[in-house]
């Protein structure tokens, strides 16, 4: 264009520098807005990334000091990740993964302490759908995925568990609540019995263990949960996909979103007790920052004195009998 306008020598070069500078000013205007878009796009992956393989989309939490704890702007990133992912008319499968051997250790407790629990809830409101999501999404867990990390994975509608992870609702220790829907979802999957004794006691289970109690779709060794989820995906993928959503809107709605005026009261009352448990929550965040319960520890979470009785020390006498042996004659 440049090249061209310099040869002309007529009225009409004055109207061809004009659309010159427009050009220019339009080119420029589509590189600032392409840097805007790419500042963007590093401002919601400060604490997760996000990679596709034709079809396949991996959202990886990237906390690895807090063993990928949730924080308020990881939960934003994640809603933004996952509102792409529903739009994209190419993606097809949703994997969840954590970065650096761990997949969820839950809501950051230093966060819940200095902006409250109700804060980091609003921000997870996004994970509260049930289904996460219409297209399938699987949770490939390794390492820790305890706590609301726990109910993460248990929102997927797969799960890939390493046998050496460790799941469980570890928030138990702090009076954390679950916060989402992980008692119905646990429920759903593994039956009542087996989920109030996950639900109550917070015993943490190995990856074997939760196989072996339905959790998982697939036990696999260490560190090759990411990888057998790609393989999964790629399964997924290749089937119509309508049908494929169908059948499982299906089944997820008729477990997880009975419509009835009991579910409806129960869920009301649930939340009534929400005031209580978050002064209960609080003086965990105390307890957790002052070293109790850290790394799954459930033993001396209170204190406990002792009775007189229980301080005095008790001897037991016991007596042994020597024989002698007979001697033969």
Not at 197 to 209: E, K, N, Q
Not at 265 to 284: V, Y
């Amino acid at each position: 264009m440049r090249l061209f306008i310099k040869h002309i020598k007529t009225p009409t070069t004055f109207s061809f520098q004009l659309f010159n500078n427009f050009a220019r000013n339009f080119s420029s205007n589509d590189s600032q807005k392409d840097e805007q878009i790419k500042t963007a796009a590093e401002e919601v992956r400060k604490n997760i990334t996000v990679e596709k393989y034709s079809g396949i989309t991996t959202l990886n939490i990237d906390r690895q000091t807090t063993r990928n704890s949730l924080d308020v702007e990881t939960l934003k990133e994640m809603t933004q990740a996952i509102e792409a992912f529903d739009k994209d008319s190419e993606a097809k499968v949703l994997v969840l993964n954590g970065e650096g051997g761990s997949f969820c250790s839950g809501f950051d407790l230093d966060e819940i302490g200095e902006k409250g629990y109700n804060v980091l809830t609003d921000a997870a409101a996004r994970l509260l759908r049930r289904p996460l999501c219409d297209k399938p999404t699987i949770a490939a867990v390794q390492g820790y995925a305890v706590a609301e990390g726990f109910e993460l994975a248990l929102a997927c509608d797969l799960r890939i568990i390493e046998e050496t992870a460790i799941l469980g609702c570890l928030g138990r220790r702090f009076g954390a609540p679950q916060s989402l829907f992980g008692g119905r979802r646990l429920t759903a999957l593994i039956g009542l019995s087996r989920s109030l004794d996950l639900l109550m006691t917070g015993r943490p289970i190995s990856g074997a263990d939760a196989y072996a109690m339905g959790l998982g779709c697939k036990l696999t060794a260490t560190g090759t949960a990411l990888g057998e989820s790609i393989k999964l995906s790629k399964s997924l993928i290749k089937f119509p996909q309508n049908a494929l959503i169908m059948d499982k809107l299906a089944a997820i709605m008729s477990q997880l979103n009975p419509n009835s005026e009991e579910s409806m009261r129960d869920e009301a009352i649930m939340g009534s007790l929400l005031g209580s448990a978050i002064e209960d929550l609080n003086k965990g965040v105390q307890k957790f920052k002052g070293g109790i319960g850290k790394h799954g520890k459930f033993y001396k979470l209170t204190e406990m004195p002792l009775k007189d009785w229980e301080l005095e020390e008790s001897l037991e006498e016991i007596e042994v009998v020597v024989k002698d042996k007979e001697k033969k004659p």
